[in-house]
Structure formats: C-alpha cells, structure tokens
C-alpha cells in the first residue's frame, strides 16, 4: 500500500504560481511512476502531468505545458507540480497518484494508476 498526501493548495490571482507537494509513505518504490491529475468544476479528471519512476522522461498536457513542471526528491517520497502563469482556466482539484510503470515511462491514463491522493483545491480568480 502507498499513501498519498497532497498539500499547497490555494487561491492566487492569474499570473501567479504555486507549487503543490504530494507526500507519499508505505511501500513506496522506483517502480511507481508519479503522476498528476486534475478535475475542473463539473469535468472529468484530466491528465496534468507524469514523470517514469527512473525521473528521467516526463509528460505533460498541452493545456500546461511550459508552464507545469512535474519533480520529485531523490528519494521519490515527495512529488512537485510547480505551476506559473497560472490561469482561470486551471481552476480544480488536483490529486497525485502513483503506479506500477515501466522503470523509464509515465502514463496519461488514470488507469495506469493505483494509488490516489485526496485532493488538494487550486483556484485562480481575480
């Protein structure tokens, strides 16, 4: 079993940047690839980001890219989504989940993971 926290959450007006940490404990291994995923008011949950277990290829949604980064600790006990320029439109909560990948490949589809944070709310408002 792993169990995910996520934490940094908040409101910040468009333009502006947060970063979001998941903490995650219990059997964690190299063989987990992060990810994150969102769910906007009255949507599906989306992909946001991953990272392969190996931390050395990652993907990104083109809703967020080159302004999301995805990371983690060199231990792989806590995953980083740094978000700047931050928009109305990403809006949701975010969750982290992780799951059993090849040691070099993320995944966009949800599933591909087994294990799920609760939740943490992003809003962007003026």
């Known amino acids: 079993q792993v169990q995910l926290v996520e934490s940094g959450g908040g409101s910040v007006q468009p333009g502006g940047s947060l970063r979001l940490s998941c903490a995650a404990s219990g059997r964690t291994s190299t063989y987990y690839a992060p990810g994150w995923f969102r769910q906007p008011p009255g949507k599906e949950r989306e992909f946001v980001a991953g990272?392969?277990?190996?931390?050395?290829?990652?993907g990104y949604a083109d809703s967020v890219k080159g302004r999301f980064t995805i990371s983690t600790n060199n231990a792989k006990t806590v995953i980083y989504l740094q978000m700047n320029s931050l928009k109305p439109e990403d809006t949701a909560v975010y969750y982290c989940?992780?799951?059993?990948?090849?040691?070099?490949?993320?995944?966009?589809?949800?599933?591909?993971?087994?294990?799920w944070g609760q939740g943490t709310q992003v809003t962007v408002s003026s």
């Open positions: 989940a992780t799951g059993s990948l090849p040691l070099f490949q993320y995944s966009s589809d949800p599933q591909a993971y087994d294990y």
């Open positions: 990272i392969s277990g190996r931390g050395t290829n990652t």
